[in-house]
């Protein structure tokens, strides 16, 4: 065991450090893993809008995106998504993994949160006063804490966790499969059926 510098952050200090501070100003990639993902509002500019905007400058300034996550985002994360030319285009991609529960935003490979915390306004506190969950996580930018979170999440991304599960015959969609629909970009995941 060794000692890492790192902030603890709960409530509204998730979504100013988390979205506002680091994800909004990320410069080569955003490597996003969650159980859940919703179609959260983001302040940019004074107005709130969809993360999806987010995204789409995001990807508008050549940044790499990736979204790991347990099922197909909600309905109005993917009605929104629909609407950005740029992120149907490729912009952000996305790959499914039922088995993914672990919350990390990883930017620029430099910096991560973990944390309970799912992509959505409840979660990182993006909700008013009374409406956000209950929340924990921590970040920092100890490169050994960053090496690991990303090589877990490449080792997801990438399938090479799928030879050994043991949930594999009821996986919707094995990463590991050599024509795997989430190889896709998710602006032609209507082949996923949701």
Not at 38 to 67: C, H, N, P, T, Y
Not at 94 to 106: D, E, Q
Not at 132 to 139: D, K
Request: charged share 25%; aromatic share 8%; proline share 3%.
């Amino acid at each position: 065991m060794r000692a890492i510098e790192a902030a603890l952050l709960s409530g509204s200090e998730l979504y100013r450090e988390v979205i506002l501070d680091k994800l909004a100003h990320a410069r080569e990639s955003v490597s996003i893993a969650t159980a859940n993902v919703k179609d959260m509002q983001v302040e940019r500019g004074g107005k709130f809008a969809s993360v999806l905007a987010l995204f789409s400058e995001l990807s508008a300034r050549g940044v790499a995106l990736r979204i790991l996550h347990a099922e197909l985002p909600s309905r109005p994360f993917r009605a929104s998504f629909e609407k950005r030319r740029r992120l149907t285009g490729g912009g952000l991609e996305l790959k499914i993994c039922p088995r993914v529960h672990f919350k990390a935003v990883l930017v620029d490979g430099a910096w991560v949160y973990l944390g309970s915390a799912n992509l959505t306004g409840a979660g990182l506190g993006a909700k008013g006063e009374g409406k956000r969950n209950f929340e924990l996580g921590f970040c920092t930018e100890d490169f050994e804490t960053v090496d690991r979170v990303q090589a877990l999440f490449q080792a997801v991304w990438s399938g090479a966790e799928c030879g050994a599960c043991k949930l594999r015959r009821v996986c919707p969609d094995p990463i590991g499969e050599p024509a795997h629909k989430s190889l896709v970009r998710l602006g032609k995941s209507r082949r996923l059926r949701y």
